[in-house]
Structure formats: structure tokens, C-alpha cells
């Protein structure tokens, strides 16, 4: 058994050698940060303490708190995994995330193996997953950025490759990961009727589809979400989907407060308030002049009677914000929000912690000027109906621009998407460098 097994594994290694060497130069990067520069453990505070804090309840088996339902609950069962496994001591959360970010790299490159059209783009690719900073940075927090990018990575690239080969091990597989990533963001849920629509409308891009294979990939997403619907109920009385931070994000949305105060009776309440909003306000009163301004519905800071979870009162707020403001100023809401997906603020928590704001901006920066243009070309080119295979990628980023426009937007947010932000941007590149190529040589050609 165990001398097949590594005969099997001496074959895929032989078979991908630039997949194991991505994989193992990822991995050798984020063990070093995570366990020598940049311990998760060490800045347990804001989400990541929370993360850890339920996970700690559920190993300690305290009761259901309505507090726990707020957020998505795939993370911190992730986190309690690891501590089940591993103890709550030690470097075991570090390398579980090291090995996470190294996966989520892996996903993405063997994408762009089926997607770049030249060798030298696949290893530019490989090198930029590797040594990217914003991935190796939050895979240094217990945050739900890295493992969401893994499902997101791993979704895109099992997709893909159920539309070439129409085989029921990726049905199966996308199905998982779209599963998974519903737990931990359930923005990834979006996916799957847009996907669906490729099916109907790009239909000669899906080799040997059966509607079999759409019926093997939506029963895992059927499960979690019975599953979560019913830990919802248990957690706050009310059902739902995943989680009870839709009506809550709903309001920052529609009336673009910098903060929201709860007031229940019992007065357990809290407060929340988006780190994009108070990025652009900190511009704005530095006098930087950004194109775009706050400009609040009813002011900076809002309050409901009620818990953070509460879904009437935020619905009821969020409805009265867009009465004030009419749809116009809500349209340029909205484009505000897709703009917070790249500019205005940097990615948190590196925003607020001084020894990383710098790296974390250079980053973000580099990504705006020399990512973003081209990625936004091979995005916009995926529409055209012979691109079909490019579109399949691309309706990911198209569902993280949907919801930036219903909810609001943030570099954090975007930065799981980088990995095929990243693979648009190099093949954009690639095919300027034939298209200039091409070109000289037709000047450089003697007429005949």
C-alpha cells in the first residue's frame, strides 16, 4: 500500500513538476511568516480574537450563544479543527494557514496551466502567487480571507475543469468547495446561478455535460445549507441561510454611516463600523480629495433598538436611508463600493498595525497600477461568446462586483479574488507582448 501510493506520488510529481515546485516554494514562504515573522497567534484581537473565541467555546462545549450566528461560522469551525486535532497550544493554527495560503496557490496556478496560453506567462504566474503579499500577510491572522481564497481557488478551478472533461469527480469537487465556501463567506453562493447560467447560454464550452453532473454538484451546497439553516435557528430562533450579518451589512450599504451602535434591552449590544468608510473619511479629512466622499444617508453614527443581529430594525434603517437618499445618490453608492475593492484604504488589519501598513499599501498600490488595467481588460474581453472557457473564471470577480454593489466594498474583501485577478492580468500581458511581437516583425519583414 504504502509503496503504490509513493510509486503514484514520484508519477504526478514527474507528471506536474511546475505545480509541486509553486507548491512547495508557497508553502516554504508562509511556514517561514507564519511561524518566525508573523505568529497568528500573536495578534489575537477585533475579528481574530473572536474567531478564536468561538472556536474555544465549542471545544469547551459552552451553549449557543445568538452572538455566534452573526458572522459566518466556517472559519472558527475551521480554527476549532485544528485545535481539536492539534491543542490550543503551539504553532499548529500557523502551519494550518501556511498550508491553506500554499493550496490556495496551488488551485490557482494549476487554473492558469488550463487558462495561459504561454509558457512564460504560466511561470510569471507562479512566481507572483508565490512571493504575493497581501495572500502571505492574511494567512498571518486567523481571519476568513485564506481559506475563503482555497474555496474560491478551488471552485474556479474544479469548474473549469468539469467544462472541458464533464467528468462526475469534478462535479462532485466543485460542489464541496462552493459547500465550504458558503460556510466561510456565503458571497460565494453567487457562483453557482451564474455558472448555471453559463451552462444555458455558453452551452458549447461544457464538453459531455449531463444535468446529472449539475445535480452531483449542487448536493453538498443543499447539505451546508440545510445545515446552517438549522445551526441559525438554534443560535438566534430565526431562520436563515448561513449566517445574520446580511441586514447588518445591508445598512452600512444603503446610508454609508461610519458606525452602528446596538441597543437591546438587555443591554448586551455592540458596535460596528467598516474599515473602508473610515479609510476614505481619514482621506477625506487629510484633505487628500478622493473622487469619491462618504456622504451619509442620516449621519456618521447610527443606532438600532435592538441586537447586531436582529434583522428588522437594520432592515428598517437600511430602508430608511434609501428613502432619503433616492436612487441616484444610491448608484454612486454603489460605484463607490466597487472603487473600495481597490482604492481608499488599505487591506485590514495591516490598515491599523504600524510595522505592516507600509508593505500592506505598496502592495495594494502595485496592484491598482499594474494589476488591476489589464485584469479589467481580459474581464471585459471574457463577454465576448468565443471566450467562453475566460468567462467561466471570470464570473467570479463579476459576483464579488455584485456584491460590492449591494453591500459595500474593501481591499480585504478582494484580496481571496487576487489569485484570478492575477492570472487575467499576465495573460492580458502576454498577449500585448505577441500582438507588439507580430507587429514588428511585419515592420522588420522586407517588402516584397
Known amino acids: 500500500m504504502g509503496s503504490r501510493l509513493s510509486l503514484r506520488l514520484r508519477t504526478w510529481s514527474s507528471r506536474y513538476p511546475g505545480l509541486v515546485l509553486v507548491t512547495l516554494a508557497a508553502l516554504a514562504v508562509r511556514l517561514f511568516w507564519n511561524l518566525s515573522v508573523h505568529r497568528p497567534v500573536d495578534f489575537a484581537f477585533s475579528d481574530m480574537r473572536a474567531y478564536l473565541a468561538r472556536a474555544d467555546a465549542m471545544l469547551d462545549h459552552l451553549p449557543a450563544r445568538p452572538s455566534d450566528a452573526l458572522f459566518p461560522y466556517g472559519t472558527h469551525y475551521f480554527v476549532y479543527a485544528v485545535r481539536l486535532v492539534f491543542g490550543r497550544g503551539g504553532d499548529a493554527l500557523g502551519v494550518a494557514y501556511a498550508v491553506v495560503g500554499a493550496l490556495a496557490v496551488a488551485y490557482t496556478y494549476a487554473t492558469?496551466?488550463?487558462?495561459?496560453?504561454?509558457a512564460w506567462a504560466l511561470r510569471v504566474v507562479g512566481l507572483l502567487l508565490v512571493l504575493y503579499y497581501p495572500w502571505i500577510s492574511l494567512g498571518g491572522y486567523v481571519l476568513s480571507e485564506m481559506p475563503f481564497a482555497l474555496c474560491l481557488s478551488s471552485s474556479a478551478f474544479h469548474g473549469l475543469r468539469l467544462a472541458d472533461r464533464?467528468?462526475?469527480?469534478?462535479?462532485?469537487l466543485l460542489g464541496l468547495f462552493l459547500a465550504a465556501g458558503t460556510a466561510v463567506r456565503p458571497q460565494i453562493l453567487l457562483a453557482?446561478?451564474?455558472?448555471?447560467?453559463?451552462?444555458v447560454f455558453r452551452r458549447h464550452a461544457w464538453r459531455n455535460f449531463r444535468w446529472a453532473l449539475a445535480a452531483r454538484a449542487a448536493a453538498p451546497i443543499a447539505m451546508v445549507l440545510a445545515f446552517s439553516s438549522a445551526r441559525l435557528h438554534q443560535h438566534t430562533g430565526t431562520w436563515g441561510l448561513v449566517s445574520a450579518n446580511g441586514p447588518l451589512n445591508a445598512v452600512f450599504g444603503r446610508c454609508h454611516n461610519l458606525m452602528l451602535y446596538a441597543r437591546p434591552a438587555d443591554n448586551d449590544g455592540g458596535y460596528f463600523g467598516p474599515t473602508s468608510f473610515k479609510g476614505l473619511r481619514?482621506?477625506?479629512?487629510?484633505?487628500?480629495?478622493?473622487?469619491?466622499?462618504?456622504?451619509?444617508?442620516?449621519g456618521d453614527e447610527l443606532?438600532?433598538?435592538?441586537?447586531?443581529?436582529d434583522a428588522a430594525p437594520n432592515q428598517e434603517l437600511a430602508a430608511r436611508c434609501v428613502a432619503k437618499t433616492g436612487r441616484l445618490r444610491q448608484l454612486a453608492y454603489a460605484?463607490?463600493?466597487?472603487?473600495?475593492?481597490?482604492?481608499?484604504?488599505?487591506?485590514?488589519?495591516?490598515?491599523?498595525?504600524?510595522?505592516w501598513h507600509g508593505p500592506m499599501q505598496i502592495a495594494g498600490a502595485l496592484h491598482a497600477r499594474f494589476l488591476l488595467p489589464p485584469a479589467v481588460v481580459g474581464l471585459l474581453l471574457a463577454l465576448q461568446r468565443r471566450q467562453a472557457r475566460s468567462l467561466l473564471l471570470a464570473l467570479h470577480v463579476y459576483a464579488l462586483l455584485v456584491v460590492a454593489v449591494v453591500y459595500?466594498?474593501?481591499?480585504?474583501?478582494?484580496?481571496?479574488?487576487?489569485?484570478?485577478?492575477?492570472?487575467?492580468?499576465?495573460?492580458?500581458?502576454?498577449e500585448m507582448v505577441a500582438f507588439f511581437r507580430i507587429a514588428?516583425?511585419?515592420?522588420?519583414?522586407?517588402?516584397r
Open 112 to 118: 492558469a496551466a488550463r487558462f495561459c496560453t504561454r
Open 166 to 172: 464533464g467528468r462526475a469527480r469534478d462535479a462532485w
Open 192 to 199: 453557482a446561478p451564474l455558472l448555471l447560467a453559463h451552462v
Open 282 to 298: 481619514e482621506r477625506e479629512t487629510l484633505g487628500k480629495r478622493p473622487l469619491f466622499t462618504l456622504d451619509p444617508a442620516l
Open 303 to 309: 443606532t438600532i433598538e435592538g441586537h447586531m443581529w
Open 335 to 355: 460605484a463607490e463600493h466597487v472603487a473600495l475593492l481597490w482604492v481608499y484604504n488599505v487591506a485590514w488589519p495591516d490598515q491599523t498595525i504600524t510595522e
Open 408 to 430: 459595500f466594498g474593501d481591499t480585504r474583501f478582494r484580496v481571496p479574488y487576487d489569485g484570478l485577478i492575477i492570472l487575467f492580468s499576465v495573460e492580458t500581458y502576454s
Open 440 to 447: 514588428l516583425s511585419a515592420r522588420s519583414s522586407p517588402e
